[in-house]
């Protein structure tokens, strides 16, 4: 048993406790309250954190911690399809040395900044899997582009359906054909997988799906690429209408919207989820988020970093902090729920991840409180790396 103390205790389930602790029984949390009505029921050794926030480690919805090592690699390009381009020709200079080594780098990045879970998008996976020092969901990106006979999820399922967390995400609408998509969801439901996908990412993919122009399609079109599902509908608005995703997949992105993809998902109830990584859409320029219109249609939005092949780190805070900047309007405990609760019900661990709560898992962090303004505006505003991280009841 061990009893954690801090000025703060952050729980995501009711208000911040102040002189706040937390008994941790092996892997879970086993109480939380004020110190003074837990020192009578748990005497003994007490870590004090002092002048702290004791809060829930944070949950990085979107990530591909195979690109750390293209950190500064791709200067922004012109258009999102040449920026493909380069990182494609950079991926092909990579071995699985330096991938296992670029996962490894990420990984510590994450610890860095307070992530206790990732959801880990991955264009190629090891095999064996590296350790994972944080829960970490895997996302191998399945793409089918230049061959859809090709059942590219069996190899994956071949060789990692046995990984604790397993995920399956077709790439995009425009690299994975629409059987893959049906493929990948019948299983996922059968095995309970978690699904995502990027989707309405860029102006470019908008203008292939919706006018049959741009560089993304000329390209693709140049490969062979099947383009009879352009022409009619936006990227959204294809892929919904066709039936390849829906509520309850994790849609990476969704920056381009139509005013008729806001009608589709007022009309077809979710739950409807999404993953914004701020700090990348700005190093593409994509025309503003609109957070505001999906927030009041429902829609529960998570944070992510993408990668640092277009970040420069995978810090969540920083995330929080530009998404800000660009709405305003949100409160910063909204934006705490963004990296705690929200991905935590995406993620099917509601009550198990991002909360401090009896029965969850003891997944924690502490950063340094002054006792000045409001709690959540500091953790927002945190600019240091976690000096305290604790991972299923460890301290790392």
């Given at each position: 048993m061990k009893v954690v103390r801090a000025r703060v205790v952050v729980t995501m389930v009711g208000d911040p406790i102040d002189d706040g602790a937390v008994v941790v029984s092996g892997r879970?949390?086993?109480?939380?309250?004020?110190?003074?009505?837990?020192?009578?029921r748990y005497p003994g050794e007490v870590e004090d954190l002092?002048?702290?926030?004791?809060?829930?480690?944070?949950?990085?919805?979107?990530?591909?911690?195979?690109?750390?090592?293209?950190?500064?690699?791709?200067?922004p390009r012109k258009s999102f399809a040449a920026w493909m381009g380069q990182i494609n020709a950079a991926k092909k200079n990579l071995t699985e040395s330096d991938i296992i080594c670029s996962i490894a780098e990420?990984?510590?990045?994450?610890?860095?900044?307070?992530t206790t879970t990732v959801c880990n998008l991955e264009a190629y996976l090891p095999k064996p899997l590296p350790p994972s020092p944080v829960r970490t969901w895997w996302l191998p990106e399945l793409i089918d582009v230049r061959d859809p006979s090709q059942r590219v999820e069996e190899?994956?399922?071949?060789?990692?359906?046995?990984?604790?967390?397993?995920?399956?995400c077709p790439h995009a609408p425009y690299t994975a054909s629409p059987g893959l998509y049906r493929r990948v969801a019948r299983i996922a439901q059968e095995r309970g997988l978690l699904l995502s996908t990027h989707l309405a990412e860029s102006a470019d993919e908008e203008a292939m799906f919706a006018r049959r122009e741009g560089p993304l399609f000329e390209f693709l079109q140049s490969i062979g690429r099947p383009m009879d599902d352009c022409g009619?509908?936006?990227s959204f608005g294809n892929a919904v209408r066709n039936g390849l995703v829906g509520p309850g997949w994790l849609l990476a992105h969704v920056n381009e919207l139509a005013e008729a993809d806001f009608e589709w998902i007022a009309a077809h109830p979710g739950p409807w989820r999404v993953?914004?990584?701020?700090?990348?859409?700005?190093?593409?320029?994509?025309?503003?988020?609109?957070?505001?219109?999906l927030h009041e249609l429902g829609v529960e939005i998570s944070l992510g970093t993408d990668s640092l092949a277009s970040n420069e780190s995978l810090n969540l805070f920083a995330e929080m902090r530009q998404a800000w900047r660009t709405n305003p309007w949100i409160t910063s405990e909204h934006l705490v729920r963004s990296v705690?609760?929200?991905?935590?019900?995406?993620?099917?661990?509601?009550?198990?991840?991002?909360?401090?709560?009896?029965?969850?898992?003891?997944?924690?962090?502490?950063?340094?409180?002054?006792?000045?303004?409001?709690?959540?505006?500091?953790?927002?505003?945190?600019?240091?790396?976690?000096?305290?991280?604790?991972?299923?009841?460890?301290r790392c």
């Open positions: 879970t949390v086993e109480a939380v309250g004020p110190w003074r009505a837990l020192a009578s002092g002048d702290s926030i004791l809060m829930p480690g944070l949950i990085n919805a979107h990530c591909h911690l195979d690109y750390t090592r293209l950190c500064g690699v791709i200067p990420g990984y510590a990045e994450l610890r860095k900044w307070g190899e994956v399922l071949r060789h990692f359906g046995g990984v604790p967390h397993l995920g399956l009619r509908y936006s993953v914004h990584c701020p700090l990348s859409h700005a190093y593409f320029g994509h025309r503003p988020f609109p957070w505001r219109r705690t609760t929200v991905p935590a019900r995406a993620l099917g661990m509601s009550g198990k991840l991002g909360v401090i709560a009896p029965g969850a898992y003891a997944d924690l962090i502490a950063l340094p409180f002054a006792g000045e303004g409001s709690v959540y505006d500091a953790i927002v505003a945190n600019p240091h790396p976690i000096p305290w991280f604790m991972l299923e009841g460890n």
